[in-house]
């Protein structure tokens, strides 16, 4: 199922990018792992040296166009005020945002980042 989430917190919005990447990259492992122990599995194939392809997405570029809006929560504790804490919500470039709205598309933000693959850290003794 989709949902078409149209305000959320600026880094909700970044975390689930990021988990979407690995995800894929995860779906891509998996399914190289399965094609190499089907291929273990095979001795007509195993026997000619075969091996299952990997994948690897080195570095994911993404660039968002945004609605960005920044909004102070307050929390109170007896009716005083114990922390204060502003959010940075994004909401996505998209018709439906627009027009429900009323959004100028000159009015957005654009927000690039990289998500790049590195070494696992070192295991520990």
Known sequence: MIENVLIAPLEKVISRIGNGI????????????????????????????????????????VTLKLSLNMKREDTKK?????????????????AEYSNTYNTDISGTSEIRFKVVSIPPPGTRE
Do not use: C
């Not at 194939?45 to 075969?50: T, Y």
């Not at 009716?79 to 470039?93: C, D, I, N, Y």
């Open 22 to 61: 690995a995800e894929a990259q995860h779906a891509m492992d998996m399914n190289s792992a399965a094609t190499q122990v089907m291929i273990d599995n095979d001795p007509a194939l195993s026997e000619k040296g075969l091996e299952a392809h990997w994948y690897h997405m080195p570095e994911t570029e």
């Open 78 to 94: 007896n009716g005083k005020l114990v922390s204060r804490k502003h959010r940075l919500f994004a909401a996505p470039l998209n």
